[in-house]
């Protein structure tokens, strides 16, 4: 037996140890135990992928595609992608050093976390966000700073406040738009003052914008194509949401011939290349199903102004998101956290939402609801809210003790 010490906290990595579980996670362990349920809880599509890109992607297969391709990706894929940024948002990307294919957004967001941090070194991290962006600034060495955002301001940037939080060891800013959870996007305006913040404190903006194509009334703008942009900032997006690829992981990361380099250093020694196969059905995605994209989103569109519209009927006030497919509902009225009402929907109703604390402690009095879900199954779960809703401010009104004995009572209109 070895008489080597354990160090303390056992054999796991102190920054992994104290990485806490993802709220989400936490919440559908909850909602598996729990059968019938009706699920606004994932983030991710309902329609499979389109048929051409299955089939392509049999084809490929009998073609015998199995190798492994290019670390930086297929060329076609890349040289295709070129095209498509161009025509749809003004963004010029060489294909041969200024694209990188990787395996979802979520490694090109790891990828250009570990290519830019030293240890120690500071990252904004926009409030509500996606789940992954803080821990993975942890895991890169970094150290996350939280800027919280506010449905009064229609979840944008107060630049007055961010500024006090940027010191010398803040490299970049990463955000989100359209987002996930608010559905809120930044117009011109919006891109213009980060763009003249970004130059004058010097940082790079990891510019997430996977839901890009799911943008309803206006059309995305790409932080890459404002003047002086393209130099800092890593755009990153991928086929997950909406060409309704989750399964394939392919996404990719653009950025200036530096920044791709070096991310190409750490996914050549961790991951090799994306998935061949995935990246041949990401080529048949490119250049075959931009009308897929299209009525998907217009699927989207009638389910986001339903479900807005019947949040507002049964009292909890709810913002029209701008893009992505989630409605960010304040239930600030009912009194009671979260959790607590998450937790009571899934139990009384058997309706699964996902707290509004699961992306930051900002979202607080908030739940998130996807309508990446069939219109049968939203009209099911917002008869069983208003069930819900209407219970809890009956309770409320008869001065009953609160349901989850939540301390403040309800403050249902
Ligand atoms: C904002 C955002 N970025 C990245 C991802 C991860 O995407 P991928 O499946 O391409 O890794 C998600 C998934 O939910 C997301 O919502």
């Known amino acids: 037996m070895s008489n080597r010490r354990m160090p303390a906290g056992g054999r796991i990595a102190r920054h992994v140890s104290a990485l806490p579980p993802s709220g989400i996670r936490k919440f559908f362990d909850l909602v598996t135990a729990t059968p019938d349920v009706v699920s606004l809880g994932v983030g991710e599509p309902d329609f499979l992928t389109p048929w051409t890109i299955r089939e392509q992607a049999i084809y490929e297969i009998e073609r015998g595609r199995t190798t492994y391709t290019s670390n930086h990706g297929l060329i076609e894929l890349r040289r295709a992608l070129s095209g498509w940024l161009e025509k749809r948002y003004d963004a010029a990307y060489n294909p041969a ?3 990188l294919i990787t395996v979802g957004a979520s490694e090109a967001i790891d990828l ?4 830019l ?10 409030q509500p966000c996606y789940v992954s962006y803080a ?3 942890v895991l890169a060495g970094g150290k996350p700073v939280i800027f919280p955002t506010h449905q009064k301001d229609g979840f ?4 007055g406040a961010l500024l006090p939080l940027i010191t010398r060891r803040t490299r970049a800013i990463i955000i989100n738009y359209p987002n996930n959870p608010t559905g809120a996007t930044f117009n011109r305006n919006d891109l213009e003052q980060l763009a003249a913040f970004a130059c004058r404190q010097d940082l790079v903006i990891l510019s997430d914008e996977i839901y890009a194509e799911l943008t309803y009334d206006a059309r995305h703008i790409s932080l890459a194509s404002l003047p002086g942009m393209k130099e800092r900032t890593i ?6 949401k909406a060409h309704a690829m989750t399964g394939w992981r392919i996404g990719y990361a653009c950025a200036p011939p530096d920044i791709i380099t070096a991310m190409v250093k750490i996914h050549q020694y961790t991951i090799m290349c994306a998935p061949t196969l995935s990246q041949y059905a990401a080529l048949e995605a490119i250049n075959e199903c931009d009308d897929d994209i299209v009525s998907m ?4 569109d009638m389910r986001r102004q339903f479900i807005v519209r019947e949040f507002n009927a049964i009292g909890l006030k709810t913002l029209m998101p701008e893009g992505a497919f989630y409605a960010f509902v304040s239930i600030q009225n009912t009194g009671m956290s979260s959790e607590e009402l998450c937790a009571g929907l899934l139990h009384d109703e058997k309706v699964a939402v996902v707290p509004g604390t699961a992306f930051g402690a900002c979202g607080e009095g908030f739940i998130r609801a996807s309508y990446a879900s069939s219109y049968e199954n939203l009209e099911l779960a917002m008869e069983r809210m208003g069930r819900y809703v209407a219970r809890i401010k009956h309770d409320a009104h008869k001065g009953a003790p609160c349901r989850h004995n939540h301390p403040h009572g309800m403050r249902m209109p």
Do not use: H, K, M, W
Request: hydrophobic share 45%; aromatic share 8%; glycine share 6%.
């Open 97 to 99: 050093d200024e694209i």
């Open 112 to 115: 250009a976390l570990r290519a």
């Open 117 to 126: 941090l030293n240890p120690g070194e500071e990252v904004i991290v926009i």
């Open 135 to 137: 821990p993975t600034v």
């Open 156 to 159: 944008r940037i107060d630049f």
């Open 235 to 240: 755009l990153i997006s991928g086929f997950s």
């Open 297 to 300: 989103r217009e699927q989207y």
